[in-house]
């Protein structure tokens, strides 16, 4: 007869602690258990890098409010983040897929945490005061790609220098751009691929980083090669298939995520009635008028080469000079591959950026430091074999250089102190010009012109690096009207027929002036008036009404007569600020 289940007996049940793995310890616990290891690990480093980052931060913060002056592209990602912040949208105008988002999504998350955007003298420092951070957090994100890529200390401190303090690097790195944004999640990609743990979540961290650099401005995607070749120089053979095959996909994987959105948009192809990611993607390949062979003195790209030359003469033209041996030398294969192909760009012959250079410049920098550390190394090297079994003149002992490597030494040392002075010499003028010369003085007394004298139901046309003030100072939104919109956007409508007799001013600096092609008399020309018949038609009744600044950072307060069509320059205006 069975017995009942309940009369049966079970073996007991083991519920012994042995042989279980021990409980974690607290998040909190392993974090500051592994940030004393990292501290121990560099403690030799870590004090190194502080004061370079502090004096890279006291050199870009010196003058940044004033040098350069304001210019439209940073009001338009100022304005972009303030959209975003206020409106809950991604541009204050149509978005139209120029640039993928998310560099202004960060700059809108940084005004957010701090609230300073209306602390600074004017919007676009507060943009101004994220880019010192990126600068921050890009410092000793280079000092260790080049520890991790085989620079020992001294070239590390080059790297970093030439990157501080080049009158290059801190006139465009002050520049509330998307470039800027960029570097230090450019230098994060390249950090990581050369980690020495040779791990796939490295792998998986270069790739993130990066995807964020394309998703932060699309142009970092010609990294992409340059990243690859460093993470198959750095990972370990046996898991490199499953290390690429990892960034491939978390980097395919995240870029995808700006298409879809288009998709979700019904955005992705061209259509009628809407913007669309293929039409961008198109203007932006072929679309834009090209700038001009670089070899051409008469070219807009020729111009842009020598602006850049004028801010620093040294540290593009050694880059240039040593990126082919930095191709050859393989700790520094990888960064001289990534800045040639930059420079490869600058062939090609299509439009060229005015800030193109700045990511361009950490890898020149990199590049300049690497090979310049490689020659130093060769002089202590040990002699050849050969040379010490055929009795050379000199005897080699152990721990003493012989005279030909001392005498190498000796000479690059030479060499890299008569660099330094020279260098030095020739960055002190610009670098004391960034620090000292207010060149947004001009653009500020303009403002305040417009704030005081201006009434508030008036109809502006403004570039974007006023936009944001404007609105902040009373003035309605669909009241300031950024002037690329004009004729261009269908949601700019002034409520006027015809439309240019509804704007009251103008505001244009010497750079507008330029891209709008007006003539020394004042008045439009017929491009202008054929391409934007909006703001043509504005300019051609208008008068100056007040000037400020000088040169290049001049700017003018033109008022809009529809009765007036013979303009010209009013009297008194022999002198900037004369109203």
Same mark, same amino acid.
């Given at each position: 007869?069975?017995?009942?289940?309940?009369?049966?007996?079970?073996?007991?049940?083991?519920?012994?602690?042995?042989?279980?793995?021990?409980?974690?310890?607290?998040?909190?616990?392993?974090?500051?258990?592994?940030?004393?290891?990292?501290?121990?690990?560099?403690?030799?480093?870590?004090?190194?890098?502080?004061?370079?980052?502090?004096?890279?931060?006291?050199?870009?913060?010196?003058?940044?409010?004033? &040098?350069?002056?304001?210019?439209?592209?940073?009001?338009?990602?100022?304005?972009?983040?303030?959209?975003?912040?206020?409106?809950?949208?991604?541009?204050?105008?149509?978005?139209?897929?120029?640039?993928?988002?998310?560099?202004?999504?960060?700059?809108?998350?940084?005004?957010?945490?701090?609230?300073?955007?209306?602390?600074?003298?004017?919007?676009?420092?507060? @943009?101004?005061?994220?880019?010192?951070?990126?600068?921050?957090?890009?410092?000793?994100?280079?000092?260790?790609?080049?520890?991790?890529?085989?620079?020992?200390?001294?070239?590390?401190?080059?790297?970093?220098?030439? !990157?501080?303090?080049?009158?290059?690097?801190?006139? !465009? @790195?002050?520049?509330?751009?998307?470039?800027?944004?960029?570097?230090?999640?450019?230098?994060?990609?390249?950090?990581?691929?050369?980690?020495?743990?040779?791990?796939?979540?490295?792998?998986?961290?270069?790739?993130?980083?990066?995807?964020?650099?394309?998703?932060?401005?699309?142009?970092?995607?010609?990294?992409?090669?340059?990243?690859?070749?460093?993470?198959?120089?750095?990972?370990?053979?046996?898991?490199?298939?499953?290390?690429?095959?990892?960034?491939?996909?978390? !980097?395919?994987?995240?870029?995808?995520?700006?298409?879809?959105?288009?998709?979700?948009?019904?955005?992705?192809?061209?259509?009628?009635?809407?913007?669309?990611?293929?039409?961008?993607?198109?203007?932006?390949?072929?679309?834009?008028?090209?700038?001009?062979?670089? !070899?051409?003195?008469?070219?807009?790209?020729?111009?842009?080469?020598?602006?850049?030359?004028?801010?620093?003469?040294?540290?593009?033209?050694?880059?240039?000079?040593?990126?082919?041996?930095?191709?050859?030398?393989?700790?520094?294969?990888?960064?001289?591959?990534?800045?040639?192909?930059?420079?490869?760009?600058?062939?090609?012959?299509?439009?060229?950026?005015?800030?193109?250079?700045?990511?361009?410049?950490?890898?020149?920098?990199?590049?300049?430091?690497?090979?310049?550390?490689?020659?130093?190394?060769?002089?202590?090297?040990?002699?050849?074999?050969?040379?010490?079994?055929?009795?050379?003149?000199?005897?080699?002992?152990?721990?003493?250089?012989?005279?030909?490597?001392?005498?190498?030494?000796?000479?690059?040392?030479?060499?890299?102190?008569?660099?330094?002075?020279?260098?030095?010499?020739?960055? &002190?003028?610009?670098?004391?010009?960034?620090?000292?010369?207010?060149?947004?003085?001009?653009?500020?007394?303009?403002?305040?012109?417009?704030?005081?004298?201006?009434?508030?139901?008036?109809?502006?046309?403004?570039?974007? &690096?006023?936009?944001?003030?404007?609105?902040?100072?009373?003035?309605?939104?669909?009241?300031?009207?950024?002037?690329?919109?004009?004729?261009?956007?269908?949601?700019?409508?002034?409520?006027?027929?015809?439309?240019?007799?509804?704007?009251?001013?103008?505001?244009?600096?010497?750079?507008?002036?330029?891209?709008?092609?007006?003539?020394?008399?004042?008045?439009? &020309?017929?491009?202008?008036?054929?391409?934007?018949?909006?703001?043509?038609?504005?300019?051609?009744?208008?008068?100056?009404?007040?000037?400020?600044?000088?040169?290049?950072?001049?700017?003018?307060?033109?008022?809009?007569?529809?009765?007036?069509?013979?303009?010209?320059?009013?009297?008194?205006?022999?002198?900037?600020?004369?109203?």
């Amino acid at each position: 007869m069975a017995l009942p289940l309940y009369d049966r007996t079970l073996p007991p049940l083991d519920i012994t602690l042995e042989g279980a793995p021990p409980p974690r310890r607290p998040l909190a616990r392993r974090i500051g258990r592994r940030l004393r290891g990292l501290i121990r690990a560099h403690r030799d480093d870590l004090p190194l890098v502080l004061l370079l980052t502090t004096a890279a931060g006291v050199v870009h913060a010196l003058g940044m409010y004033g &040098s350069p002056a304001r210019f439209d592209d940073e009001g338009t990602y100022t304005a972009y983040a303030w959209a975003v912040q206020h409106r809950h949208a991604l541009g204050h105008y149509t978005y139209w897929y120029a640039h993928p988002p998310l560099g202004w999504l960060q700059i809108a998350a940084w005004n957010v945490l701090t609230g300073w955007l209306h602390h600074p003298p004017y919007a676009v420092g507060g @943009t101004r005061e994220f880019m010192l951070l990126c600068k921050l957090v890009s410092v000793p994100l280079l000092y260790g790609l080049a520890a991790r890529v085989g620079l020992r200390r001294p070239g590390r401190v080059l790297a970093v220098a030439l !990157f501080a303090f080049s009158p290059l690097a801190v006139y !465009f @790195t002050r520049a509330a751009l998307l470039d800027n944004i960029v570097t230090p999640w450019l230098l994060a990609a390249f950090f990581f691929a050369a980690s020495p743990r040779r791990s796939l979540r490295a792998a998986t961290a270069s790739a993130v980083c990066l995807a964020v650099a394309v998703l932060s401005k699309e142009t970092a995607l010609l990294y992409l090669p340059a990243v690859l070749a460093l993470l198959v120089q750095h990972s370990d053979r046996r898991t490199r298939r499953f290390s690429l095959g990892l960034f491939g996909a978390w !980097f395919t994987l995240l870029c995808a995520a700006y298409p879809l959105f288009a998709l979700l948009n019904n955005e992705l192809l061209t259509g009628p009635g809407h913007v669309s990611l293929e039409w961008a993607v198109r203007w932006q390949l072929s679309g834009r008028q090209g700038s001009g062979s670089i !070899f051409d003195p008469a070219s807009t790209a020729h111009a842009v080469i020598r602006s850049w030359l004028d801010q620093d003469a040294w540290l593009p033209r050694l880059a240039l000079l040593l990126v082919v041996p930095g191709l050859l030398i393989r700790r520094t294969r990888a960064v001289a591959l990534a800045f040639a192909i930059q420079v490869v760009q600058l062939l090609r012959g299509g439009y060229l950026p005015y800030p193109y250079v700045i990511a361009m410049i950490p890898f020149a920098a990199l590049t300049v430091a690497g090979v310049l550390d490689w020659l130093w190394d060769r002089g202590r090297l040990p002699l050849p074999a050969r040379l010490r079994q055929r009795g050379a003149a000199v005897q080699h002992t152990p721990g003493r250089r012989s005279p030909g490597r001392l005498g190498w030494s000796a000479a690059v040392a030479a060499g890299c102190a008569w660099l330094l002075l020279s260098v030095g010499h020739a960055w &002190s003028y610009p670098l004391h010009d960034l620090r000292a010369v207010d060149r947004d003085r001009g653009k500020a007394e303009a403002l305040a012109w417009v704030e005081s004298h201006v009434p508030h139901s008036a109809y502006l046309v403004v570039d974007d &690096s006023f936009w944001v003030d404007l609105v902040q100072a009373g003035f309605p939104a669909d009241h300031v009207v950024w002037y690329t919109k004009l004729d261009v956007d269908p949601a700019v409508r002034i409520p006027h027929r015809p439309q240019w007799a509804g704007i009251g001013y103008v505001l244009l600096d010497r750079q507008d002036e330029l891209s709008v092609h007006l003539q020394s008399d004042g008045t439009p &020309s017929k491009d202008t008036r054929d391409l934007f018949p909006t703001l043509g038609a504005a300019l051609s009744h208008s008068t100056p009404v007040a000037r400020y600044g000088t040169g290049l950072d001049a700017i003018s307060v033109r008022r809009v007569d529809p009765g007036s069509g013979d303009p010209g320059t009013a009297p008194g205006l022999g002198r900037p600020g004369t109203p």
